[in-house]
């Protein structure tokens, strides 16, 4: 099979628009966070990897009232400004 020049320069064009459009794509999903007015939301996942904890920890805590946190559609959210808090607090 034979392809001339021009059809494969049009093809590659267009491969490389679409690696393009997907790379956009990713990096978008791998900056993008969850906000709520204008502050950043953090999950259990990003939690749990910042405090190397368990989830079950995170459970403990909000439970006993020492981890402020949102539920919105059944997951948990934390704002950053109440971890900053809590961690200083922990420290002293």
């Known amino acids: ?7 494969f320069v049009a093809w ?9 459009m997907q790379d956009k794509k ?3 999903l791998l900056s993008g966070h969850n ?7 953090l ?3 990003d939690l749990c990897f910042m405090l190397k904890v368990s ?7 909000r ?6 946190y949102l539920t919105l559609d059944g997951k948990y959210f934390y704002r950053a400004s109440d971890i900053h808090k809590l961690i200083r607090e922990r420290m002293d």
């Open 35 to 41: 906000y709520l007015n204008g502050e950043k939301l």
């Open 55 to 61: 989830t079950k920890t995170l459970q403990r805590y």
């Open 12 to 20: 590659m064009e267009r491969i490389m628009d679409r690696l393009d």
């Open 43 to 45: 999950d259990n996942q």
């Open 26 to 28: 990713i990096d978008r």
């Open 1 to 7: 099979m034979y392809i001339d020049k021009e059809n």
């Open 63 to 68: 439970k006993k009232g020492i981890l402020p």
